[in-house]
């Protein structure tokens, strides 16, 4: 293409030519503009929505419906449960799908669900399974412990099945259904999990026709068949996905009637559309976001009890399984002096207050308090923030400060790089605060803000010292302590060092028997005892400086809804559970007709709209008409 | 726009003598060139779409099962069934070979499916919100500038020049946030949704719905661009202002618009046109940011998630996809561009 400039200095030119310009402008304009018809065509409304016109303003139209409308900022990845990642998906799973046991509402201890009872043989390796009777799929056809054997089967035959539900079905040798209502599964070893199988229960005379060689472009999304208290009805690829609630459900009718997740790209758009009413609920802001709703008319806020931790992790000296050393870590980390000395120097509290905002609890154990049965804190035994203690214990391990302040041992200095995490503001904030503390017990601390994907790959080859960092961990607690186990480590895959799970390198034979013997426990009490020991000892051992348990931001507009539950019931969440409590029990608060205002809005937005369209349509007549006047003349 | 469409006999026959000229004399090898030059920068693309995506950090593998737990065996097995394993060249053949047959590969963060599927359901919304904005601002940035540049120095030309170049200067998806806080958000006017394409508890017409929500991402490119129509139209009029030819369309006693809309304009528009057809390349691709701040269900969106996987092929593929729509047209402005102008082809 000529550079414009080179055109611009020219003398007349015939009109002809401009008249064909503005005929193919018009034609670019038109093809341009055309399309919106089709495309927006395509967003018919489902046949359940009837169009009525204060739909937008309240949750109970004239007619009665009630829809919840839950906005989230995760676009669901697949409705096929053997392929999707993302947590959306899983909530979606669980809203159509059943599964064989459940957790509870209280503390997340096994409740029964299309399971109604189940015994375990005496050596603890047999497990049989009463399936419900009269449970229908959406489809009408009866669910028979023949689907529950199907599942569990293809979970554990099929390539990606098996890569999405591995961690539920390894263990288990032999899966049978004996009779219409009964399943029996043996494992190799006495197993507890066997209580909490998060296997999706589909249909074997719809999946039977998908085998697992093309499981992965099964999208499953037009109406798939469930027996969940909720069915998929309409897909709107990045926009929004709406579900009918199952009227027979099992379980007990949800109070609803239509569910809709809507998906946006941005904490504050979807803050505003809760303001607005176009949302009921929202949650996974940020802390920020969060307090602006605080105080909201009719908007009520949860700073929910979440399962995720936050931890500075070390380098304890990056080794593969077959022993080679990998990667740069500074030597001195693997003095648990120096790592004592450092948590010494950690004020959890200021990291709380200051860079959570009080959205937490300080940390300890590996196992957030969400799980009360699971959870250890050492009580009164905590290494409280104590910079003079810390000085102190590096004196004493032999680390001098040197004439530029800096602590060394022989020829190793204390100089430290601690990554954070650049999509996380806490992230970058906490490892400052770090930074600083360290630097008053002589230790200098390289501060590198990196991405996620960046740090997993530097701390799979040990070329690093600490970063910030954090995980979020299931109801089982098995595999949060299994990072922990020295067969997480880094390996070497075709000449090349591929990472396991550990992020610290630790590999203590005292710890992984606590691991092994806690997977064959089947007393809760007996387990919650060794977890526990497990957790003190990587406590102990100053594997991670665990730095807060956060919370889950939720809100939800309370002038119209009611009867969210929380799991656990003391503090929780009200979405993204393990089960669909909310979703079942949530309904709308009785008749209380009032105007949102967004009908004026809509009003008054379509008739600006159009008052600009005819503007411009004007002009332009104007323009043409007196274009030919000057051409009459 | 509104432009004359009279002409002189005369004139006529010289824009038909030009468009023998193109088709007879060179005007088949011209043509051919820019195909050849457009086959080859869409060949330079996929060399370089490929090369860039091998090296980025990280392990494929690894990042396909995106934080599932894998046994050694797996990560192997994936290797090799994502052609990992085999040498650069080889690699090559294949991904060049799968694109030229239109497959783009397999989406790893969108449950695997197709490329060519995610990004033909997200075209449509894009090509609504770019194209419309692109049309609007070359509209109304043409209508101003042209009044700003004949008005050269007074009022209306400071204000809207310093206007323009005031939203041009402001960073997209700051500026949509604005007009989202200012007329989609309760503390604001609370005129127009906070996001999406259509509103789920429906009650709209879909096909208004949309328009609807289409308003504020649309005005927010729409204002952001005026500038670069406005400023070249200003700047062209200007060099025009004074030519010999508006003396005597003056001197034959029109009026001074008459003299602006039937003279000036039509010789001044010719730059503003290159850079309305260049823009439409980039109507596809423009709208990244706008995209994700008003939660708007196109291509931009469609990036932003594949970047937050990351998801290669899905990445791969919407690089392509942008790439090839500025090549191709381009192509197609620079064929059409001897229609207009036929000094062109002499370039």
């Known amino acids: 293409m000529s550079p414009s400039g080179r055109l611009t200095d020219q003398s007349a030119r015939p009109r002809r030519r401009l008249a064909a310009v503005a005929a193919l402008a018009v034609a670019a304009l038109t093809a341009l503009a055309l399309p919106s018809g089709p495309a927006a065509a395509e967003d018919s409304p489902s046949p359940s929505v009837s169009g009525s016109g204060s739909g937008g303003a309240s949750a109970v139209p004239e007619h009665g419906r009630s829809t919840f409308v839950l906005g989230v900022k995760q676009d669901i990845d697949s409705f096929n449960p053997y392929m999707g990642v993302v947590a959306t998906a899983y909530e979606v799973y669980q809203l159509v799908y059943d599964y064989l046991t459940g957790s509870s509402a209280s503390d997340f201890s096994a409740v029964p669900n299309l399971a109604e009872s189940w015994e375990t043989s005496p050596d603890g390796k047999v497990w049989t399974y009463h399936i419900r009777q009269g449970v229908k799929w959406s489809d009408g056809q009866p669910l028979t412990a023949k689907d529950v054997a199907y599942s569990f089967q293809r979970a554990k035959d099929g390539e990606q099945e098996n890569a999405q539900y591995a961690a539920y079905v390894d263990q288990i040798s032999k899966i049978e259904a004996t009779d219409a209502n009964t399943v029996v599964m043996t494992t190799e070893e006495p197993s507890p999990s066997m209580l909490r199988l998060l296997v999706p229960i589909v249909p074997e005379h719809i999946w039977r026709d998908v085998p697992s060689k093309k499981v992965k472009e099964y999208a499953n999304d037009n109406k798939p068949v469930g027996s969940g208290p909720f069915t998929l009805t309409e897909v709107k690829s990045g926009q929004y996905y709406r579900f009918a609630a199952n009227k027979s459900y099992w379980a007990g009718a949800p109070k609803i009637d239509e569910l809709i997740i809507r998906v946006f790209t941005n904490d504050e758009a979807m803050a505003n559309a809760l303001k607005k009413g176009e949302i009921d609920m929202l949650n996974d802001v940020t802390y920020g976001v969060l307090e602006s709703l605080q105080n909201q008319p009719g908007i009520t806020t949860s700073s929910s009890k979440y399962s995720g931790f936050s931890e500075i992790a070390y380098n304890l000296g990056a080794e593969t399984i077959e022993g080679k050393k990998i990667g740069n870590g500074n030597p001195a980390l693997t003095d648990k002096q120096v790592r004592l000395a450092i948590d010494y120097a950690i004020d959890r509290k200021t990291l709380l207050e200051k860079v959570l905002r009080g959205h937490g609890s300080e940390g300890s154990g590996v196992i957030p308090p969400i799980y009360p049965n699971w959870h250890w804190n050492p009580g009164g035994g905590a290494r409280g923030f104590d910079l003079a203690k810390a000085n102190s214990t590096l004196d004493a391990a032999g680390y001098v400060k040197g004439a530029d302040g800096i602590r060394a041992k022989g020829g190793t200095r204390l100089e430290l790089r601690l990554f954070g995490r650049d999509n996380s503001e806490e992230s970058k904030k906490a490892v400052e605060y770090v930074r600083d503390w360290l630097g008053q017990i002589g230790i200098k601390v390289n501060v590198q803000i990196m991405s996620e994907d960046n740090l997993t790959e530097v701390i799979g080859k040990g070329e690093y010292d600490m970063f910030q960092w954090g995980w979020v961990v299931e109801p089982d607690p098995d595999f949060q302590l299994s990072v922990f186990t020295c067969d997480q480590r880094s390996y070497t895959d075709a000449g090349e060092v591929a990472a396991g799970w550990s992020d610290s390198f630790y590999c203590n034979p005292a710890f992984d028997a606590l691991y092994k013997k806690q997977k064959t426990l089947l007393d809760p009490g007996q387990r919650a005892e060794v977890i526990k020991q497990a957790q003190q000892m990587l406590y102990d051992d100053v594997v991670y400086s665990t730095i807060w348990y956060y919370d889950n931001p939720e809100a939800y507009r309370s002038d119209r809804f009611t009867g969210l539950q929380r799991q656990p019931t003391d503090g929780g969440s009200f979405v993204f559970q393990y089960g669909t409590y909310s979703y079942r029990s949530v309904e709308p608060v009785a008749e209380k007709p009032k105007d949102e205002g967004t009908g004026l809005g809509l009003v008054l937005g379509v008739a600006g709209g159009v008052v600009g369209a005819a503007a411009v349509a004007v002009l332009v007549v104007a323009l043409r008409r007196r274009s030919t006047a000057d051409d009459r003349e | ?347």
């Not at chain 2, 369309?249 to 010719?270: F, Y």
């Open chain 2, 1 to 347: 726009m509104a432009i004359p469409a009279v002409a002189s006999a005369s004139e006529t026959a010289e824009v038909a003598a030009a468009g023998r000229r193109i088709s007879r004399a060179g005007g088949g090898r011209w043509v051919l060139r820019k195909l050849f030059g457009a086959a080859l920068t869409l060949a330079f693309v996929l060399v370089f779409n490929f090369v860039l995506f091998r090296l980025m950090p990280g392990d494929p593998a690894k990042a396909f099962l995106r934080g599932r737990a894998a046994n050694p065996e797996r990560l192997i097995q994936l290797r090799q069934q994502l052609g990992l394993g085999e040498p650069l060249p080889v690699q090559f053949w294949r991904y060049a070979m799968a694109t030229v047959s239109g497959n783009l590969g397999d989406s790893w963060s969108m449950g695997n499916r197709p490329v060519t599927e995610l990004i033909a359901e997200r075209l449509w919304p894009t090509v609504l919100l770019s194209g419309t904005s692109v049309v609007l601002a070359a509209l109304i940035g043409m209508w101003l500038g042209a009044r700003a540049g004949w008005r050269h120095g007074r009022a209306f030309d400071k204000l809207t020049s310093g206007a323009a170049i005031g939203l041009y200067s402001l960073p997209e998806w700051w500026f949509g946030l604005l007009l989202l806080l200012l007329f989609g958000s309760t503390t604001g006017l609370a005129l127009f949704p906070s996001g999406g394409m259509t509103d789920p508890r429906g009650g709209l017409n879909p096909a208004v719905d949309a328009l609807y929500h289409l308003v504020l991402p649309c005005a927010t490119l729409t204002l952001v661009y005026i500038a670069e129509y406005s400023l070249v139209m200003r700047s062209s009029v200007l060099d025009e202002r004074y030519a010999d030819y508006l003396t005597t369309a003056r001197a034959k006693g029109l009026r001074d618009d008459q003299v602006l809309s039937r003279h000036a304009l039509p010789n001044a528009l010719l730059p503003t046109l290159t850079l309305f057809f260049m823009s439409l390349g980039y109507v596809v691709s423009g709208a990244i940011t706008v995209e994700t701040v008003f939660s708007w269900p196109g291509l931009g969106y469609l990036s932003y998630e594949a970047l937050s996987g990351p998801d290669i092929p899905l990445l791969q593929g919407l690089f392509l996809v942008f790439s090839a729509s500025v090549i191709l047209l381009n192509l197609v402005a620079d064929l059409i561009y001897p229609f207009i102008d036929p000094r062109v082809r002499l370039a």
